[in-house]
């Protein structure tokens, strides 16, 4: 399983043409062909700042060097999401645990790194039952709210992450 995927992300990595990306998007949707919508758009919400920022840098740059940028950029927006899309639809049908299973440090890491979604998620879900139960014309606090929430999580990522270093550092996982 584990090689399989390795091959597979490879040979989608290593694919030079437009088309040939199409045509293994067109692959993976036909595949995938229940929850393509569904996933796809989690794909362009997770790699839509990437994709803007090196597009928008791309941009520049060709403009500087006078050449067409829009072949390249159509290559690397496609590449990304495909790549993406294989990842997300791979391990919605591999338990990721058991494929990282083989490497006692990197199931430690998984593990670490889960837990934190998973507290992160729930207090994010908390906080947004919270302002909803609280306010009545949700529009008018909703910048507010959000910039509070992520002021609040940018924090906590600050702190929980000084406590994984050194809960790594106590485990051997850095060479001081």
Do not use: H
């Not at 090196?54 to 590449?79: A, H, R, T």
Request: include cysteine; aromatic fraction near 20%.
């Amino acid at each position: 399983m584990r090689v399989c995927f390795v091959l597979v992300f490879l040979t989608l990595l290593s694919l030079k043409r437009v088309e040939y990306i199409l045509a293994s998007l067109f692959l993976l949707f036909l595949i995938d062909f229940k929850a393509v919508f569904k996933r796809l758009k989690k794909v362009i919400l997770s790699v839509f700042l990437f994709n803007l920022g090196v597009s928008i840098g791309y941009l520049v740059l060709s403009f500087v060097k006078g050449i067409s940028p829009f072949e390249y950029i159509v290559y690397i927006n496609l590449k990304v999401i495909l790549m993406t899309y294989f990842v997300f639809w791979f391990f919605s049908n591999v338990d990721i645990v058991k494929f990282f299973s083989f490497s006692k440090d990197l199931s430690y890491l998984l593990s670490i790194t889960l837990s934190q979604i998973y507290s992160y998620k729930k207090t994010f879900t908390d906080f947004r039952d919270a302002f909803r139960a609280r306010v009545v014309n949700l529009r008018d606090k909703e910048k507010e709210f959000i910039a509070n929430t992520f002021k609040f999580f940018l924090k906590k990522a600050f702190k929980d992450s000084k406590e994984r270093s050194l809960a790594m550092r106590a485990r051997g996982f850095f060479d001081d």
